[in-house]
T-cell receptor, first 112, second 115 residues
């Protein structure tokens, strides 16, 4: 079974600084997707960024980028120029042949 | 529509009562997924459907939980004889092409409180 581990229950960063959230996963599948979801206090799940496992190039969406290390099964999220609106729970997720599996989440606080 | 619609937003049930949650997937999306998010934020997969057929039900507590996706009706998740530990936010998600895809679209969830 696939597992996803987020080792940082909480992180904080100063506004306008950069922060990196860690995620590791375990799988024997070769074809899969990885995602970062943002969950603000409203509880809505918002897709931040996705990465296809077969692509070597790291995905980037504006201020959000990932560092995908397939051999190490690592998928970290970097948020540049942090903004107050980035404060939320962030979930790393793995999607293989069966279902989406989530990590435990990291609560990100932005300090003004 | 272009959103996954979950109703109701909030549901309060006394222990032992029945709870029924509804999910209307995005039109044209043939896969539906149910997840339970307990108060400590952990997501637990419950069940998935491909159209009206169960695709994966490995997460369902079969004794009290049941789910359906019937043609031309919202999908439903029903909990018989609710327990305190069923208190959680229940998310529905849909996807157009299958399990291995670009990502699901989530509804805004139903918060179930069992008292």
């Amino acid at each position: 079974a696939q597992t996803v581990t987020q080792s940082q229950p909480e992180m904080s960063v100063q506004e306008a600084e950069t922060v990196t959230l860690s995620c590791t996963y375990d799988t024997s599948e070769s074809d899969y997707y990885l995602f970062w979801y943002k969950q603000p206090p409203s509880r809505q799940m918002i897709l931040v960024i996705r990465q296809e496992a077969y692509k070597q190039q790291n995905a980037t969406e504006n201020r959000f980028s990932v560092n995908f290390q397939k051999a190490a099964k690592s998928f970290s999220l970097k948020i540049s120029d942090s903004q107050l609106g980035d404060a939320a729970m962030y979930f790393c997720a793995f999607q293989g042949a069966q279902k989406l599996v989530f990590g435990q989440g990291t609560r990100l606080t932005i300090n003004p | 529509g272009e959103e996954v619609a979950q109703t109701p937003k909030h549901l309060v049930r006394g222990e032992g009562q029945k709870a029924k949650l509804y999910c209307a997937p995005i039109k044209g999306h043939s896969y539906v997924f149910w997840y339970q998010q307990v108060l400590k934020n952990e997501f637990k997969f419950l069940i998935s459907f491909q159209n009206e057929n169960v695709f994966d039900e490995t997460g369902m507590p079969k004794e009290r939980f049941s789910a359906k996706c019937l043609p031309n009706s919202p999908c439903s998740l029903e909990i018989q004889a609710t327990k305190l530990e069923d208190s959680a936010v229940y998310f529905c998600a849909s996807s157009p092409r299958g399990v291995l895809t670009h990502g699901y679209t989530f509804g805004s969830g139903t918060r179930l409180t069992v008292v």
